[in-house]
């Protein structure tokens, strides 16, 4: 997504770059276009149990959308997201940043895992 953001940018030679503790290589002058809107959601667990459904999970149905990875699967157990390493799904979005704040807004009200009361 970054690089259909900044062009003539390769984010994945720019983070070897970091790791290995050498300059980034960005672009020094780029004007982010408005179409270009990148946004990467998580996606929490609201609470502690087993999953028994997952809801609203059809983000292609979205302008916006332009990936995404759901973890939620009913049956397995989970505690409520505490950090972004444990989210129910990631979303990634982009676009124009009012088509993309309409999309985020409609995905985390629409989005739920619903988990039964159990704790372990």
């Known amino acids: ?3 259909q953001a ?18 980034l290589d960005v672009p020094r002058c780029f004007t982010p276009r ?3 809107w990148v946004r990467h959601l998580f996606l929490p667990y609201t609470s502690t149990g087993t999953v028994v ?14 990936s995404n990875f759901v973890l939620a699967k009913c049956g397995e157990y989970v505690t409520r997201t505490t950090d972004i ?6 979303v990634w979005l982009m676009g124009r940043k009012e088509d993309v704040d309409a999309d985020t807004d409609e995905i ?12 372990r």
């Open 1 to 3: 997504m970054t690089r």
């Open 6 to 23: 900044v062009e003539g940018w390769d984010p994945f030679v720019s983070l070897v770059r970091a790791h290995c503790g050498l300059r």
């Open 34 to 36: 408005p179409e270009t």
């Open 53 to 66: 459904a997952v809801d609203g999970a059809d983000f292609d149905r979205f302008g916006t959308h332009h």
């Open 85 to 90: 390493t444990k989210c129910s799904a990631f």
């Open 108 to 119: 985390f009200r629409t989005f739920f895992v619903s988990t039964t009361t159990e704790t």
